[in-house]
């Protein structure tokens, strides 16, 4: 029997239903795992990477804004390179989860096997070779200590520290901190964020009229920012006094 028009044109449909078309582009880099090519937010899928207010430690035992580094390396890398990401899912926030590639090279692999990431075991185990190796070289956050991201966003005391560096003294209550606590990750990072009564994130600039005012405390949603485009680019204003 003659397949009806009305289901022929259904079924040819289907594809475009099942499968979300490929986004492509140049990228804006947020953090080593969160991009946005147009004006599309993507999440890579299969990795996860430290935020850019996550702390680690270097080969010193020294206090090392990882989070921020991750990011930085992740610009340097794919700096005017075309990305092509194909969507898996959408996230809790809004996010294309997808698989990408920058100029043919698979990112997510890229960003393992240089300690910039690790594999997100919970969704994928394609990347454990890479962090395997990232972790034998010591590479990226592999140098010295550090805290799974995924432990690390809800603070557990427990977690285990990884990394290639015996921790000092006390270094559990520095990696679970942050770099939105009290001291400013680094020199160049002293734009100060807060989020007023009406749930809106503003940034003070050390010129800020209230700059003083603002208590930095992870508690209270405060955060630290190392430029205005990237206070910005966390959907932060400027204070207007």
Known sequence: MPMKPALLALLLLLP??????????????????????????????????????????????????CGVAARDELIKHADGKSWVCHPRSIDRRGRQVARCDVDGEDIQK??????WALAYRTVSHDYEPDEAEARAAKAGMWQGAFIAPWDWRVRNKKTAILGATKPPEGARNILLAS?????APSPDCTIKGNVNGAGECIYHTPKSRWYAQIKMHVAKGTRWFCSVEEAEAAGCRETRR
Request: neutral net charge; contains cysteine.
């Open 16 to 65: 475009s239903v099942a499968f979300a078309a490929d986004i492509t582009g140049t990228a804006k880099v947020r953090e080593a795992d969160s991009v946005v090519i147009g004006t599309t937010r993507i999440r890579l899928g299969g990795v996860d990477a430290p935020s850019v207010d996550q702390l680690c430690l270097n080969q010193q035992g020294e206090r090392w804004t």
């Open 110 to 115: 890229w960003l393992v096997r240089n300690g």
């Open 179 to 183: 770099a939105s606590g009290p001291v």
